[in-house]
């Protein structure tokens, strides 16, 4: 497959503006104090992460009490679920995962993303540890803010992936040798190989990967 550039551009989850990858993080905060919450909730501690897997990425607010379950969650919602593989997070050595294996000082998914993460921090997390998705994810900052969940605030604009036989966009992957490939090449030829899938191109770094076909 051939890799697609990194996408400069997103866009806002909150208000659908498409805008620059590098001022996304002032237009998420300028974003979300024009629209106060309808209804008065509990003021939580939020810290925003940014997910990366080039040329993808994902900006996140957690709360800092929420468990690392659910970013985990909402990380396999929006990019990663196929059929419900192991994941975990890596924190300063220590992995941190829904099947902990204590006898190597592993914890469980149910610790305070907060008492873990700072602003500043990095950490590593992989979905399938067959054919893994690696993530890098950092903290880059903190805020108050009304939302009990952990919310998508921004993402990445798809990235434009040309088909290998017509340099038109491409809208399929074959998963044996990550070809990609047009609407129309696909109805053309047969191209899926012996053991090899066919999938739609999604937005997301598991594209082309096990089964994973949505893009929630
Ligand atoms: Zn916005
Ligand atoms: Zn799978
Ligand atoms: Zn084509």
């Given amino acids: 497959m051939t890799k697609p550039r990194t996408v400069s551009k997103g866009v806002c989850e909150l208000c659908q503006a498409i805008v620059a990858r590098s001022a996304i993080s002032r237009h998420v905060a300028k974003c979300l ?3 106060p919450a ?3 909730t509990v ?3 939020l810290l925003h992460v940014v997910a990366e897997a080039d040329p993808y990425w994902l ?7 929420a468990p690392l379950s659910e970013l985990d969650g909402l990380l396999r919602n929006i990019w990663l679920e196929c059929c419900y593989h192991l994941s975990a997070f890596t924190i300063g050595g220590t992995n941190y995962s829904r099947q902990p294996d204590t006898y190597y000082g592993d914890k469980p998914l149910s ?5 873990v993460l700072r602003p500043g921090d990095r950490c590593r997390y992989r979905y399938d540890f067959g054919s893994t998705t690696e993530l890098s994810i950092r903290v880059v900052g903190t805020r108050t803010g009304q939302s009990n969940d952990a919310r998508l605030l921004a993402r990445n604009v798809a990235p434009v992936v040309t088909c290998e ?3 038109n966009p491409a809208a399929f992957v074959e998963t ?5 490939i047009c609407d129309a090449c696909r109805e053309k030829q047969e191209f ?9 191109l999604v937005n997301s770094p598991r594209t082309g990967v096990c089964c994973y076909a949505s893009n929630g």
């Fill in 59 to 65: 900006h996140i607010d957690v709360p800092m009490r």
């Fill in 33 to 35: 104090k024009m629209r």
């Fill in 176 to 180: 044996n040798r990550m070809v990609c």
């Fill in 43 to 45: 003021v939580t501690e």
């Fill in 111 to 115: 610790v305070a993303i907060g008492s």
């Fill in 38 to 40: 309808a209804e008065p």
């Fill in 192 to 200: 899926s190989v012996e053991g090899g899938d066919v999938l739609p």
């Fill in 165 to 167: 036989r017509c340099q």
